[in-house]
């Protein structure tokens, strides 16, 4: 299957594998094409932004950011990074800025370059997952640690009203919770979800 036929553009698998002579090459145009159809400049930065991200692919990422990548920007396809299900860990999020899915798949390095470049630490996704939120996993502990030293507010609700230290609580991820409550807000301990269930509730019934 050819990268069209995928719904990529050529700038994307080169963000994948951290070509950035190809991709230097591919932004020095004016704009791509994907199925015949144009898309403006700044759709495909984003877009690759992206894809560098989830990979780990911080020079590329650092790169993308100067031609003009919006470090906040929500991927408008769909299957950024998706197709490289084998390669990564990412879920569909039409709503995910590049923040999510550094954080989403433990990019360390790049999560702080996207710090340092001013991304939103408290960004959204389309089920109002924070950032935190999906850094839960305790291999992706250095960059929650990293989130909560820039300032992320732990206490922010997904759609199911659950904070990052209900998800940490249910999956069982200790070190996190520890994190969490090293914050010293320990109110959230109390804060219920939509169920009526506060994070202590939770270890109660998963124990």
């Not at 569909?92 to 433990?106: E, F, I, M, P």
């Not at 630490?121 to 640690?145: I, R």
Request: with cysteine; glycine share 6%; proline share 3%.
């Amino acid at each position: 299957m050819s990268v069209v036929e995928k719904g990529l553009t050529p700038i994307m698998p080169a963000a994948h594998r951290g070509d950035i002579k190809i991709v230097d090459v591919l932004v020095l145009h004016e704009e791509f094409e994907e199925n015949g159809l144009s898309k403006p400049l700044d759709t495909y930065l984003n877009e690759a932004l992206c894809m560098a991200d989830a990979c780990g692919q911080t020079e590329v990422a650092s790169v993308l950011l100067d031609y003009g990548a919006d470090k906040d920007a929500q991927a408008e396809n769909a299957l950024t990074p998706l197709v490289w299900e084998a390669y990564i860990d990412a879920r569909t999020n039409k709503r995910a800025t590049a923040l999510h899915y550094a954080a989403r798949n433990g990019r360390f390095q790049v999560a702080r370059l996207l710090f340092d470049s001013g991304a939103d630490v408290d960004a959204l996704g389309d089920k109002l997952n924070t950032l935190l939120m999906e850094a839960v996993p305790e291999e992706h502990l250095k960059v929650g640690d990293l989130l909560q030293s820039s300032g992320a507010r732990i206490y922010m609700l997904d759609k199911h009203e659950r904070t990052a230290l209900h998800l940490a609580v249910e999956r069982e991820e200790l070190a996190v919770v520890k994190l969490l409550l090293d914050s010293g807000d320990d109110v959230w301990v109390y804060t219920a979800d939509n169920q009526g269930f506060t994070p202590l509730m939770t270890a109660a019934w998963w124990e």
